[in-house]
């Protein structure tokens, strides 16, 4: 069983930088996508950002473009996600996730992490 757990959230105010990370235990991360996704009160789960395994593609919501940076360690199985320039609407649980495929769609994933609270100050 695989288990995700996030971490880095908080307090920011807008403009500001936060750095998250998401460790995975369970099994081997070879060869799994990793995702961020988001999810503001009230609203949906959102796409931020994947990467595959051998770091050779990463993709960014259009929202985020220029302002995050996805990345991995494969040696410590984790996947982190850097936020600078966040804005107040960014705040939300922002969500770790694993598949063997490479995917924007949250309906793919197979594994969750519990997530991380992320406030955006104004």
């Known amino acids: 069983q695989v288990q995700l757990v996030e971490s880095g959230g908080g307090l920011v105010q807008a403009g500001g930088s936060l750095r998250l990370s998401c460790v995975a235990s369970?099994?081997?991360?070879?060869?799994?996508?990793m995702g961020w996704f988001r999810q503001a009160p009230g609203k949906e789960r959102e796409f931020v950002a994947v990467i595959n395994w051998s770091l050779s593609r990463t993709d960014y919501a259009d929202s985020v473009k220029g302002r995050f940076s996805i990345s991995r360690d494969n040696a410590k199985n984790t996947v982190y996600l850097q936020m600078n320039s966040l804005k107040p609407e960014e705040t939300g649980v922002y969500y770790c996730a694993e598949d063997q495929y490479y995917t924007f769609s949250s309906q793919q994933y197979n594994y969750w992490g519990q997530g991380t609270q992320v406030t955006v100050s104004s």
């Open positions: 369970g099994r081997t991360f070879f060869n799994y996508a």
